[in-house]
T-cell receptor
Framework: GAGVSQSPRYKVAKRGQDVALRCDPISGHVSLFWYQQALGQGPEFLTYFQNEAQLDKSGLPSDRFFAERPEGSVSTLKIQRTQQEDSAVYLC?????????????FGPGTRLTVL | GIQVEQSPPDLILQEGANSTLRCNFSDSVNNLQWFHQNPWGQLINLFYIPSGTKQNGRLSATTVATERYSLLYISSSQTTDSGVYFCAVRYYTSGTYKYIFGTGTRLKV
């Protein structure tokens, strides 16, 4: 597609369930980023991939969060044993070159609600 | 780490008015983007502007990297301009690049 797509757009999970969020970046984009946006706040960086390599995961809030991009295109953010504090919008962005030197383009986000 | 602050935090405008939004950052940055987050949550790219001045229709932006600020100008505001405006910066620290969003300016027209 022409832009970054994410699925599902909305996800409701019971506390303790595992969830998987998908990101399809713009075709050919080397860099891929995940962000978490809590209600009323700005996006906060979670992790960064350059092709299939996860170069920075310093923003992942706990070891319950795991991200992968095995073939250097589609990425999945997995959250295990979800907690209520995980409720947020999860945003994916991609950029053309490595190192995030170019502008980032964002997907529509996945709104996760943990009950 | 670097601090990125935006002002004003909230802004109410009459349709047709002009405004200036400011983004201050506390240390050197490698690039800077302005985004508009519409009421549906989509982040829309406005400008990629690590330095200099750019214009796109009713919007323009200026970044003075040496003085650590960027300005976003909105002229002849329209109701569709409502939403939250973020600046986001990329900076180098501890051997890696980091990305941080500003505090945002919530605009209602």
């Amino acid at each position: 597609g022409a832009g970054v797509s994410q699925s599902p757009r909305y996800k409701v999970a019971k506390r303790g369930q595992d969830v998987a969020l998908r990101c399809d970046p713009i075709s050919g984009h080397v860099s891929l980023f995940w962000y978490q946006q809590a209600l009323g706040q700005g996006p906060e960086f979670l992790t960064y991939f350059q092709n299939e390599a996860q170069l920075d995961k310093s923003g992942l809030p706990s070891d319950r969060f795991f991200a992968e991009r095995p073939e250097g295109s589609v990425s999945t953010l997995k959250i295990q044993r979800t907690q209520q504090e995980d409720s947020a919008v999860y945003l994916c962005a991609s950029s053309l070159s490595g190192g995030g030197r170019n502008e980032q383009f964002f997907g529509p986000g996945t709104r996760l609600t943990v009950l | 780490g670097i601090q990125v602050e935006q002002s004003p935090p909230d802004l109410i405008l009459q349709e047709g008015a002009n405004s200036t939004l400011r983004c201050n950052f506390s240390d050197s940055v490698n690039n800077l983007q302005w985004f508009h987050q519409n009421p549906w949550g989509q982040l829309i790219n406005l400008f990629y502007i690590p330095s200099g001045t750019k214009q796109n229709g009713r919007l323009s932006a200026t970044t003075v990297a040496t003085e650590r600020y960027s300005l976003l100008y909105i002229s002849s505001s329209q109701t569709t301009d409502s939403g939250v405006y973020f600046c986001a910066v990329r900076y180098y620290t501890s051997g890696t690049y980091k990305y941080i969003f500003g505090t945002g300016t919530r605009l209602k027209v």
